[in-house]
C-alpha cells in the first residue's frame, strides 16, 4: 500500500479511519494513563547460578519423571547387603543340620565356591563391572538356578541405555570401590558352610530373586525410599528459613521491648532449649551480661517474651535445629 | 549403539562425570558438616513496629474506710502519666480480669494473661493513726509472678500526687531502665486577657498541668523563666518601669532580686548545672554579648566580644561548655564554645535560621527552634551538629525545655490570631505529641530537675 492508497484510503473511508485512529489513541492513552503505578518486583532470594548442561542437571538431581515435587530429600536407594544370599545359604544349614534328608549333593558344590575365592580379585581388576563378579558366585552354589541366574544379572548391564538414570547407575558404580570389598568380605562366609550347605528346592525362588545389590541414584546423603523431581537447590534438606520465621513471628507476638533512647543499640542472647513439643526445657539463659540498667529492662522483656510465647509451634523435622539455639533481640532499623 | 554410545560418553567426559560426582558429594559432606557444628544457631529477632507497652495499675486497695478517693487517685495519676508519656499503654479497668483485694499477695498471673501486660501494679494507701497517708506499691512480673519492685511511703494526705508520680517514676524505671521525669514540675508565662492587653504571669505547676500556682501578679511583663538545679530558684526576665531585667525568685519564699547591675538591657538568662551562675546576654549598642555573672560573688565575666548578636547561652549539663545563638555569620545559627569563653563552633548549617538552643539534661542532644519557609519548628541535634532532626513542624511553636530525663520536649504552640499559645510535649523520637492542661493561654515553659 502506497502513501497515496493510503490517502485515498482516509478520503473515501473517513468514517472508519477516524474510528480506528480514535481506538488506537484511546488505548495508548490507557496504557500510559493506567499504568501510573509502576509494578513492585517482589523480593526473591539469592541463587547462585551454575552453567552445566541439561545432561548434568538430570545427573545431580537424579530424579524421577513422576517423582513426587516436594520430596525434601533426594531419592537414594541404600545399596544392599548382600544378606539375602547369604543367609538364604546360612539358613538352609541351619535348617539341614536337625533334617539330614537331601544333603549329599550340595556338598561338592560348595568346594567350587572355594575355588572361586581366588576369582574375586579379578573382578575387582575388572571393576567397572562389579556387580557382576558377586552375581557369579553366589549363583554357583544351587547349581540348577546358577544356569538362569546369570542372565539376570547379564540383563543389568543392559540397563546401562543412553537414559538419563541409567547413565546415573553406571556413574555410580565406578565410584565405588567398597563393592569390591564387600564381595571379598562375602566370599569368605560361604565356606564356612560349605560343609552344612545343602540345596534346598523350595529356595529357588529366592536364588532366582537375588540380584546384585544396588544403588539405584547417585546423589542424597540420606536414604529416601520416595521418588522426587529432584530438589531444586539440592539444599532443601538444609532450609532452615522457615523454623527462624516461625519462631521470630511467635515471639514476636510476646516482645513489648521498652521504648529505647535513639543512639542505643542494644543486643541480648539467650541460650533456649526446646523440646519436641515446642515448650522451654528450662529458662532462657541469658548470654553476656547486662551493664546498664537499660540493658537489663531490655533483656528482661526479651527474656518474658520467650517464656510468655512458650509453646512454640515449629516444624518437628528441623527439631535438630531449634531444640538448641541462640535468639539475639536487637533492635534493626526500628528506632531512627 | 548403545554400546558405541557408552563408550564414547565414557571416553569423553569421564573428568566431567567425575566433577559433578565429586560436586554433589561435595555437597552432601557442606551440608551435613555445618549442621552439627551449628547446634546452637543465631536466630536474629528484632521487633516489629513500636507499640507501647501494656500494663495494669488497677485502682489501689483503700487501707481504711474513709481512703478510697485517695486511693483511686493515686492509680489515676499513674495511669495518667504512664500513659502521656507515650511509652506505655495501661489497660482499660474494664478488662481486668480480678479485683485485687489482698494488695500483699501477687495477682491470679493465669487470668491476667490474656492481656498479654508486661507489669501489673497493685498498691494500698492508708491513712495512719497520726494523720498520716502511707502509700506502698508492688510492681509483678505478669510472666514469672515476681515482685520487680515495690515501695512505700509516708507524707501529709496533701501530697498524695507527689506521691503517684514518685511511684510512676520507679515503674518509669524498673520497666525501661532509664529515670523518670514524673515528680518534676514546669514553670510558665500564664496569658491572659484579649490579645493588645495580654496579662502575663509567671506560674508553676506540675508536669502533668496539676497544681497550678501563680508566681507574680500580671502588672509587668515576663518571659523566659528559668529552673534553676535546685529546685528552689527561678531566673526571668521582667520589663519594669526602666530595661528589661533579669530576676531572681525564690519559689519558696517568693523573694525577687535583679541579677547584676549592668547599664542596659538583659535577657535570655539561665542558671548553670550547678545552680552558682547565672549566663546572661547584655545588650550593648546595636549588639549583645554574653556574660556570666556568679552568683555569691555577683562578679561578672564577659565571655564574647562579637560585633553580632549573641544570646540564648545554654550550659552543658557538666558544664564545660556553652551553646548559644548567634548571627554572626549572616542568619542566627547555633555556636558552641567553651564555657569560659575562646572560639565558637558553629554547629547548625541547615537551611533557614536556628534558635533558642538548650542542651539536654543527658547531654546527647541540643534542642533548637529552627525557622525557614513559614514554618518553625521544633528540632534536635547531636551536640556536634550532626543528626538534626525535625520533631514537630507549622506555625510558631517556639521555645523547647528539656524534661529531667532527656526524652520528652516541652515547646509552646501559637497559631496566632486571636488565640494564644498553648503548651505541648513531644518525645525526642517525635512520635508522641499532645497538648499540657493549662488554665489559660501559656508559653514559655521551663521544666524543673526532679524534685527528689
Same mark, same amino acid.
Given at each position: 500500500m502506497t502513501s497515496e492508497d493510503l490517502m485515498h484510503f482516509v478520503r473515501t473511508r473517513k468514517g472508519t479511519f477516524f474510528s480506528v485512529a480514535l481506538h488506537?489513541?484511546?488505548?495508548?492513552?490507557?496504557?500510559?494513563?493506567?499504568?501510573?503505578?509502576?509494578?513492585?518486583?517482589?523480593?526473591?532470594?539469592?541463587?547462585?547460578?551454575?552453567?552445566?548442561?541439561?545432561?548434568?542437571?538430570?545427573?545431580?538431581?537424579?530424579?524421577?519423571?513422576?517423582?513426587?515435587?516436594?520430596?525434601?530429600k533426594l531419592l537414594a536407594d541404600k545399596i544392599g547387603e548382600k544378606k539375602p544370599t547369604e543367609d538364604i $545359604?546360612?539358613?538352609?544349614?541351619?535348617?539341614?543340620? /536337625? @533334617?539330614?534328608?537331601?544333603?549329599?549333593?550340595?556338598?561338592?558344590?560348595? @568346594?567350587?565356591? $572355594? @575355588?572361586?575365592?581366588?576369582?574375586?580379585?579379578?573382578?575387582?581388576?575388572?571393576?567397572?563391572?562389579?556387580?557382576?563378579?558377586? +552375581? @557369579? *558366585? *553366589?549363583?554357583?552354589?544351587?547349581?540348577?538356578?546358577?544356569?538362569?541366574?546369570?542372565?539376570?544379572?547379564?540383563?543389568?548391564?543392559?540397563?546401562?541405555?543412553?537414559?538419563?538414570?541409567?547413565?546415573?547407575?553406571?556413574?555410580?558404580?565406578?565410584k565405588q570401590p567398597p563393592k569390591p570389598q564387600q564381595t571379598a568380605a562375602a566370599t569368605p562366609e560361604p565356606p564356612k558352610h560349605k560343609s552344612e550347605r545343602k540345596y534346598d528346592a523350595e529356595r529357588i525362588s529366592n536364588l532366582l530373586n537375588q540380584k546384585d545389590p544396588t544403588r539405584q541414584a547417585v546423589t542424597g546423603p540420606e536414604l529416601n525410599a520416595n521418588a522426587s523431581l529432584g530438589t531444586k537447590g539440592g539444599a532443601a534438606a538444609e532450609n532452615s528459613a522457615s523454623w527462624i520465621a516461625l519462631f521470630q513471628q511467635q515471639v514476636n507476638r510476646c516482645w513489648k521491648p521498652p521504648y529505647t533512647s535513639v543512639d542505643a543499640n542494644p543486643v541480648v542472647a539467650f541460650n533456649v532449649r526446646l523440646r519436641r513439643d515446642g515448650s522451654l526445657e528450662g529458662p532462657p539463659v541469658p548470654v553476656g551480661a547486662a551493664n546498664t540498667p537499660f540493658l537489663q529492662s531490655y533483656r528482661d522483656s526479651a527474656q518474658r517474651a520467650i517464656i510468655a510465647c512458650a509453646p512454640y509451634n515449629l516444624p518437628a523435622q528441623y527439631y535438630d535445629d531449634w531444640s538448641f539455639f541462640q535468639p539475639v533481640f536487637n533492635e534493626d532499623s526500628r528506632r531512627t | 549403539m548403545n554400546n558405541s554410545s557408552e563408550l564414547r560418553r565414557s571416553l569423553i567426559s569421564p573428568t566431567r562425570r567425575e566433577l559433578i560426582a565429586g560436586a554433589v558429594a561435595l555437597g552432601a559432606a557442606g551440608l551435613g558438616a555445618p549442621r552439627s557444628a551449628l547446634a546452637q544457631k543465631q536466630v536474629p529477632i528484632q521487633p516489629g513496629e513500636f507499640a507501647p507497652i501494656p500494663i495494669a495499675i488497677p485502682p489501689?486497695?483503700?487501707?481504711?474506710?474513709?481512703?478510697?478517693?485517695?486511693?483511686?487517685?493515686?492509680?489515676?495519676? #499513674?495511669?495518667?502519666?504512664?500513659?502521656?508519656?507515650?511509652?506505655?499503654?495501661?489497660?482499660?479497668?474494664?478488662?481486668?480480669?480480678?479485683?485485687?483485694?489482698?494488695?500483699?499477695?501477687?495477682?491470679?498471673?493465669?487470668?491476667?494473661?490474656?492481656?498479654?501486660?508486661?507489669?501489673?501494679?497493685?498498691? %494500698? +494507701?492508708?491513712r495512719q493513726p497520726d494523720g498520716r497517708l502511707k502509700a506502698e506499691f508492688r510492681l509483678w512480673d505478669p510472666v514469672s509472678g515476681q515482685q520487680r519492685t515495690g515501695q512505700q511511703y509516708v507524707t501529709a494526705p496533701e501530697y498524695w500526687r507527689r506521691i503517684a508520680h514518685i511511684i510512676s517514676d520507679q515503674i518509669y524505671t524498673a520497666m525501661l531502665g532509664e529515670k523518670g521525669y514524673f515528680d518534676s514540675r514546669v514553670v510558665f508565662v500564664d496569658e491572659s486577657g484579649p490579645s493588645e492587653r495580654r496579662v502575663k504571669r509567671l506560674a508553676l505547676m506540675d508536669q502533668d498541668g496539676a497544681n497550678v500556682r501563680y508566681l507574680t501578679r500580671g502588672a509587668d511583663l515576663v518571659l523566659t523563666p528559668r529552673f534553676s538545679p535546685s529546685s528552689q530558684e527561678i531566673?526571668?526576665?521582667?520589663?519594669?518601669?526602666?530595661?528589661?531585667?533579669?530576676?531572681?525568685?525564690? #519559689?519558696? /519564699?517568693?523573694q525577687r532580686e535583679i541579677v547584676g547591675n549592668f547599664p542596659g538591657m538583659s535577657f535570655s538568662p539561665r542558671f548553670s548545672p550547678d545552680g552558682q551562675r547565672i549566663i546572661l546576654s547584655l545588650q550593648q549598642g546595636g549588639n549583645s554579648n554574653l556574660f556570666v555573672m556568679d552568683l555569691r560573688s555577683r562578679s561578672t565575666t564577659r565571655l564574647t566580644d562579637t560585633p553580632a548578636i549573641d544570646t540564648s547561652p545554654c550550659y552543658s549539663p557538666d558544664g564545660s561548655?556553652?551553646?548559644?545563638?548567634?548571627? %554572626?555569620?549572616?542568619?542566627?545559627?547555633?555556636?558552641?564554645?567553651?564555657?569560659?569563653?575562646?572560639? +565558637?563552633?558553629?554547629?547548625?548549617?541547615?537551611?533557614?535560621?536556628?534558635?533558642?538552643?538548650?542542651?539536654?539534661? %543527658?547531654?546527647?542532644?541540643?534542642?533548637?527552634?529552627?525557622?525557614?519557609?513559614?514554618?518553625?519548628?521544633?528540632?534536635?541535634?547531636?551536640?556536634?551538629?550532626?543528626?538534626?532532626?525535625?520533631? /514537630?513542624?507549622?506555625?510558631?511553636?517556639?521555645?523547647?525545655?528539656?524534661?529531667?530525663?532527656?526524652?520528652?520536649?516541652?515547646?509552646?504552640?501559637?497559631?496566632?490570631? /486571636?488565640?494564644?499559645?498553648?503548651?505541648?510535649?513531644?518525645? $525526642?523520637?517525635? %512520635?508522641?505529641?499532645? *497538648?499540657?492542661?493549662?488554665?489559660?493561654?501559656?508559653?514559655?515553659?521551663?521544666?524543673?530537675?526532679?524534685?527528689?
Open positions: 488506537v489513541a484511546v488505548v495508548c492513552w490507557g496504557l500510559f494513563s493506567f499504568s501510573a503505578r509502576s509494578m513492585v518486583a517482589p523480593v526473591e532470594d539469592l541463587v547462585p547460578v551454575d552453567v552445566i548442561s541439561e545432561d548434568n542437571i538430570s545427573k545431580a538431581k537424579a530424579g524421577a519423571l513422576l517423582g513426587k515435587k516436594d520430596a525434601q $545359604v546360612g539358613k538352609v544349614d541351619t535348617k539341614q543340620v /536337625t @533334617e539330614t534328608d537331601a544333603a549329599p549333593e550340595p556338598k561338592p558344590k560348595p @568346594e567350587k565356591p $572355594v @575355588e572361586k575365592k581366588p576369582d574375586p580379585p579379578k573382578p575387582v581388576e575388572k571393576q567397572p563391572d562389579t556387580p557382576k563378579p558377586l +552375581a @557369579e *558366585k *553366589k549363583p554357583d552354589p544351587p547349581k540348577p538356578a546358577p544356569a538362569e541366574k546369570p542372565k539376570p544379572e547379564e540383563k543389568k548391564p543392559d540397563a546401562f541405555n543412553p537414559d538419563q538414570i541409567a547413565s546415573v547407575l553406571n556413574k555410580d558404580k565406578p | 489501689f486497695v483503700p487501707g481504711g474506710a474513709g481512703d478510697g478517693d485517695v486511693a483511686n487517685g493515686i492509680a489515676q495519676v #499513674i495511669n495518667n502519666n504512664l500513659k502521656r508519656s507515650g511509652l506505655f499503654a495501661p489497660v482499660d479497668p474494664a478488662a481486668f480480669p480480678e479485683r485485687i483485694s489482698n494488695f500483699d499477695a501477687p495477682p491470679q498471673l493465669a487470668s491476667w494473661r490474656p492481656l498479654n501486660l508486661q507489669g501489673i501494679v497493685t498498691g %494500698r +494507701a492508708t531566673t526571668y526576665m521582667e520589663f519594669g518601669q526602666g530595661d528589661p531585667r533579669v530576676y531572681l525568685f525564690n #519559689i519558696e /519564699t517568693g561548655q556553652i551553646c548559644f545563638e548567634s548571627d %554572626r555569620g549572616g542568619k542566627p545559627q547555633i555556636y558552641v564554645m567553651s564555657a569560659n569563653g575562646g572560639n +565558637a563552633q558553629r554547629i547548625s548549617f541547615g537551611e533557614g535560621s536556628y534558635s533558642t538552643p538548650v542542651w539536654s539534661p %543527658r547531654g546527647d542532644y541540643i534542642a533548637f527552634t529552627k525557622q525557614g519557609g513559614g514554618q518553625f519548628a521544633i528540632g534536635i541535634m547531636k551536640t556536634d551538629g550532626s543528626g538534626e532532626r525535625i520533631l /514537630t513542624a507549622g506555625f510558631h511553636n517556639e521555645g523547647p525545655t528539656f524534661s529531667p530525663n532527656g526524652r520528652v520536649l516541652m515547646f509552646f504552640r501559637d497559631p496566632g490570631g /486571636t488565640a494564644g499559645p498553648s503548651l505541648y510535649s513531644i518525645d $525526642v523520637s517525635g %512520635r508522641f505529641e499532645q *497538648k499540657v492542661p493549662t488554665p489559660g493561654y501559656a508559653s514559655d515553659p521551663a521544666w524543673s530537675p526532679l524534685l527528689s
